[in-house]
């Protein structure tokens, strides 16, 4: 069974870069595409990259592009987004996801197995 834990977040200051994991404690990704999402304070959660089993085909939310690298090792079980020049908007917590199926999606309703969030806040 997927069970999904991320890791990464933390406090950095406008323009750094931080590195978040995916990963699945009990086993493996599975053959499915894996979503980030995040959530910022009074606010609700957004898409911002999905990536699919194979690593070939992935999307990305229009404010993250060109900041942004989503990417999945699956001989390891972890998936990783790394963000770069960083900015107060995207202070969030940071969730990955799995949806059952391998077809990219940006709806949160497809995804049926969600980590815990990890933090991200950036200081200006």
């Known amino acids: 069974q997927v069970h999904l834990v991320e890791s990464g977040g933390g406090l950095v200051h406008v323009g750094d870069s931080l590195r978040l994991s995916c990963e699945n404690p009990?086993?493996?990704?599975?053959?499915?595409?894996m979503g980030w999402f995040r959530q910022a304070p009074g606010r609700g959660r957004e898409f911002v990259p999905v990536?699919?089993?194979?690593?070939?085909?992935?999307d990305l939310h229009d404010s993250v592009r060109g900041r942004f690298i989503v990417s999945r090792d699956n001989t390891k079980n972890t998936g990783n987004l790394q963000m770069n020049n960083l900015k107060p908007e995207d202070t969030a917590v940071y969730y990955c996801?799995?949806?059952?199926?391998?077809?990219?999606?940006?709806?949160?309703?497809?995804?049926?197995?969600w980590g815990p969030g990890t933090p991200v806040t950036v200081s200006s």
């Open positions: 990536i699919s089993w194979s690593g070939t085909s992935l």
């Open positions: 009990r086993g493996t990704l599975g053959s499915f595409v």
């Open positions: 996801a799995s949806a059952p199926f391998n077809s990219l999606s940006r709806k949160i309703e497809t995804y049926n197995i």
